[in-house]
T-cell receptor, first 115, second 121 residues
Framework: DQQVKQNSPSLSVQEGRISILNCDYT??????FLWYKKYPAEGPTFLIS?????DKNEDGRFTVFLNKSAKHLSLHIVPSQPGDSAVYFC??????????????FGKGTKLSVIP | GAGVSQSPSNKVTEKGKDVELRCDPI?????LYWYRQSLGQGLEFLIY????????KSGLPSDRFSAERTGGSVSTLTIQRTQQEDSAVYLC???????????????????FGAGTRLSVL
């Protein structure tokens, strides 16, 4: 069963508009959430994160919102730029009990920003 | 190097052969993770190293998969008797530390290599 779900495999947005990428999770033990961006033939690149004790974190054009009661987070990109076109992965971490904070990833959403 | 380095970038092998995938983490990062991404799937955790020990091997799919880390740095993931279902992109990530409390979680940001694309024919 998928513990982290990104239900939209793709999203197209006009340049300059807002991009909203969504992510849902089921494991209430997750305490840290991250967004990674991935270009073809490259590894995922860390973008922004949020602790479960917060509901919003902002970094430049990127803002992540966390709704713990709904087990939902979203990434907002404003304004969207063509260079933002990539696959975005939502990830969540929880202590595994075996010493690691392994990340559990969603399947990704491919964002296309149209000039 | 400045980032996580993985080699080879691509590997094509025949079913039944053994393969070794290498990961060189960011200098000074004590935690190292292996993940794999099969076609159309998210990244799947395989194994975690803290220093040279692997306290969490829970993601290894079978006993054909093993990994080691030496000198607290380079790690090798070995797949024996490869099968077609092993075809995937294998990603390595490192982070500065193994967090013990939630206040350290920011230090657990994992930085990824470009991956090794393994194709088993």
């Amino acid at each position: 069963d998928q513990q982290v779900k990104q239900n939209s495999p793709s999203l197209s947005v006009q340049e300059g508009r807002i991009s909203i990428l969504n992510c849902d999770y089921t494991n209430s033990m997750f305490d840290y959430f991250l967004w990674y961006k991935k270009y073809p033939a490259e590894g995922p690149t860390f973008l922004i994160s949020i602790s479960s004790i917060k509901d919003k974190n902002e970094d430049g054009r990127f803002t992540v919102f966390l709704n713990k009661s709904a087990k939902h987070l979203s990434l907002h990109i404003v304004p969207s730029q063509p260079g933002d076109s990539a696959v975005y992965f939502c990830a969540a971490s929880a202590y595994s009990g075996a010493g690691s904070y392994q990340l559990t990833f969603g399947k990704g959403t491919k964002l296309s920003v149209i000039p | 190097g400045a980032g996580v380095s993985q080699s080879p970038s691509n590997k094509v092998t025949e079913k039944g052969k053994d393969v070794e995938l290498r990961c060189d983490p960011i200098s000074g990062h004590t935690a190292l993770y292996w993940y794999r991404q099969s076609l159309g799937q998210g990244l799947e955790f395989l194994i975690y190293f803290q220093g040279n020990s692997a306290p969490d091997k829970s993601g290894l799919p079978s006993d054909r998969f093993s990994a080691e880390r030496t000198g607290g740095s380079v790690s090798t993931l070995t797949i024996q008797r490869t099968q077609q279902e092993d075809s995937a992109v294998y990603l390595c990530a490192s982070s500065r530390t193994s967090p013990g409390t939630s206040s350290n979680l920011a230090k657990n940001i994992q930085y990824f290599g470009a991956g090794t694309r393994l194709s088993v024919l």
